[in-house]
């Protein structure tokens, strides 16, 4: 199947500042990428889905401000938490998908602690 | 988007064949049922997909009956590294935006 990454595995921040995650296709063209996040033992909530080229489009109640989302080229979608709070701590998913396909693949996620 | 109940968890003994069943009453003409399966601190990944009666692949089964209102994950031979949560979702795979909803899914936990 095919692989998507993503970088950092885990950071560690101060309260305040913000943090990029990048999400890449490592081998095939993503059209659309999806960005969940997923707190201890609950389940993936989708937080917006990303079109290449295009503006992402967030679920009701994520603040489009505080986690923007950029996906400029087919492999490579980033998640930047801005002025992060230790309520942002979370693990956060990534997943692509890619007209070759009819599954979504998943990235191994990033593990976000805000201090 | 259809929902998806499930046990919230299972128990088995290594070697056993697992079921998973998974509700969807309203899911659509053009949904597919896809199974995933998470450990922890890992992306899911995927484990097989279907449209309707049975599909088979090195790790799976999946049964679906004609109604399509509900679906089986058949895990044979289960081993201790099958310990995980699995997940049951529906959508349409068609076009370039057809999101997944995750539901509470299933913690199976394997034992000797």
């Known amino acids: 199947g095919a692989v998507v990454s993503q970088h950092p595995s885990r950071v560690i921040c101060k309260s305040g500042t913000s943090v990029k995650i990048e999400c890449r296709s490592l081998d095939f063209q993503a059209t659309t990428m999806f960005w969940y996040r997923q707190f201890p033992k609950k389940s993936l909530m989708l937080m917006a889905t990303s079109n290449e080229g295009s503006k992402a489009t967030y679920e009701q109640g994520v603040e489009k401000d505080k986690f923007l989302i950029n996906h400029a080229s087919l492999t490579l979608s980033t998640l930047t938490v801005t002025s992060a709070h230790p309520e942002d701590s979370s693990f956060y998913i990534c997943?692509?998908?890619?007209?070759?396909?009819?599954?979504?693949?998943f990235g191994p996620g990033t593990r976000l602690t805000v201090l | 988007l259809a929902k998806t109940t499930q046990p919230i968890s299972m128990d088995s003994y290594e070697g056993q064949e697992v079921n998973i069943t998974c509700s969807h009453n309203n899911i659509a003409t053009n949904d597919y049922i896809t199974w995933y399966q998470q450990f922890p601190s890992q992306g899911p990944r995927f484990i097989i997909q279907?449209?309707?009666t049975k599909v088979t692949n090195e790790v799976a089964s999946l049964f679906i009956p004609a109604d399509r209102k509900s679906s089986t994950l058949s895990l044979p031979r289960v081993s201790l590294s099958d310990t995980a949560v699995y997940y049951c979702l529906v959508g349409d795979r068609t076009g370039t935006a057809s999101k997944l909803t995750f539901g509470t899914g299933t913690r199976l936990q394997v034992t000797l």
């Open positions: 279907g449209y309707k």
């Open positions: 997943s692509a998908r890619g007209l070759a396909y009819n599954e979504q693949f």
